[in-house]
């Protein structure tokens, strides 16, 4: 069975600072996605990385593919109180036939 | 586009009570799948579709039933309502998945069930 694992599970932080979440398995992934979820609503995608070692830039959020395809990392710089959300991580399952999550890193960010 | 739709948004069952949550999607999406969202435990494969006349299961299919008449529609039904199954469900669609990249997927707004 394919894990992801986020860390950290929560993370509390003042507008302006900057952060890294994290997803791990020890599973090879064909590709990864990362979501944002706000209260009360669906995820939303936000990037997919295909090739190891791939970085992808979405304004001031940095995506990273691990080299080996295992692992990948979200970076936001001077985070805002609009980046308040539920981030996943999810991953092309064993035969492409079913999308896996991780369960979540909760970002709070205060003005 | 009206994208992917839920219905009910709330509902509240009685133990053993059965029920149908709604799905549909209008963007021609051949993939289609059910997630329960419950705290500190992320999103969970209920049941998906690669196609219409096509279903499998997925991590915790216990207690749920689909079907794939349509490409547009994929209902989830309760078939004796447990208070376990209280969660926020999920629907979401997408163009179509390989075993090499993951288009995006697209989610409706939930349905959120309590079971007393």
């Known amino acids: 069975t394919q894990l992801l694992e986020q860390s950290p599970q929560f993370l509390s932080i003042q507008e302006g600072e900057n952060l890294t979440v994290y997803c791990n398995s020890s599973?090879?992934?064909?590709?990864l996605q990362w979501y944002r979820q706000e209260p009360g609503e669906g995820p939303v995608l936000l990037v997919t990385v295909v090739t190891g070692g791939e970085v992808k830039k979405l304004k001031r959020l940095t995506f990273q593919f691990g080299d080996a395809r295992k692992d990948s990392s979200l970076h936001i710089t001077a985070a805002q109180p609009g980046d308040t959300g539920l981030y996943l991580c999810a991953g092309a399952g064993q035969a492409g036939t079913a999308l896996i999550f991780g369960k979540g890193t909760t970002l709070s960010v205060s003005s | 586009n009206a994208g992917v739709t839920q219905t009910p948004k709330f509902q509240v069952l009685k133990t053993g009570q059965s029920m149908t949550l709604q799905c549909a999607q209008d963007?021609?999406?051949?993939?289609m799948s059910w997630y329960r969202q419950d705290p500190g435990m992320g999103l969970r494969l209920i049941h998906y579709?690669?196609?219409?006349?096509?279903?499998d299961q997925g991590e915790v299919p216990n207690g749920y039933n689909v079907s794939r008449s349509t490409t547009e529609d994929f209902p989830l039904r309760l078939l004796s309502a447990a208070p376990s199954q209280t969660s926020v469900y999920f629907c979401?669609?997408?163009?179509?998945?390989?075993?090499?990249?993951?288009?995006?997927?697209?989610f409706g707004p939930g349905t959120r069930l309590t079971v007393l």
């Open positions: 579709s690669v196609g219409a006349g096509i279903t």
């Open positions: 979401a669609s997408s163009y179509s998945i390989s075993a090499f990249t993951y288009n995006e997927q697209f």
């Open positions: 599973s090879v992934f064909s590709s």
């Open positions: 963007m021609n999406h051949e993939y």
